[in-house]
């Protein structure tokens, strides 16, 4: 019971610190190389934080859909919907750290993660709208330069390009082998 009140009270103080330096980074101005140094690693954290709550708005959009699908069987009420956390965990070369993100920008990520699953919306109107996102992130901490936004979506989807294309070369080189006999 006291091991898992302390750990309550060191997740809190984390959360708390992960937010004023949000607020620190988006204060700062840009005249130091050490505030721009400040919010570039602040932009970082913010990134991998987006990308959570994306990933996340998927996930708990499946889960309660499958929850809901069971309620309707068993003629219950249906669950609460899932909500946007701006707190996230990530890894870091010095261990894991909560990052924050204000609630608007959390929200709006998660919200194109739940369409994202229930395909509302394909990958590339995902990414467009999940860039704007970190545009008005980016420009709310003062960043020179916008965070990327969903990377690794952005990498899926030219991988997926890429297998596409050389499908395609392969079918055209078929279709010109036989042409030749």
Known sequence: MALSLFKNRAVKAAMRQAKDEYIKA????NESREARTYKIRI??????????VFIDGAKKTEIFQKKCMTAVARGIDKPTPPAANPFQT?????????TYVPEEFAESVFSLGAMYQTMQIDAYKAITLAQEVADRMSF??????????????RD??????????????????EDKTQEDN
């Open 140 to 153: 709310d901490l003062g960043l020179e330069e916008p965070i990327i936004a969903l990377q690794f979506l």
């Open 156 to 173: 899926e989807m030219s991988a997926g390009e890429e297998i596409e294309d050389n499908e395609t070369d392969s079918i055209t080189d």
């Open 43 to 52: 932009g970082i954290r913010c990134r991998a934080n987006l990308d959570k």
């Open 26 to 29: 988006a204060t700062f101005d």
């Open 90 to 98: 990530v890894k870091t070369v010095s261990g894991q750290i909560y």
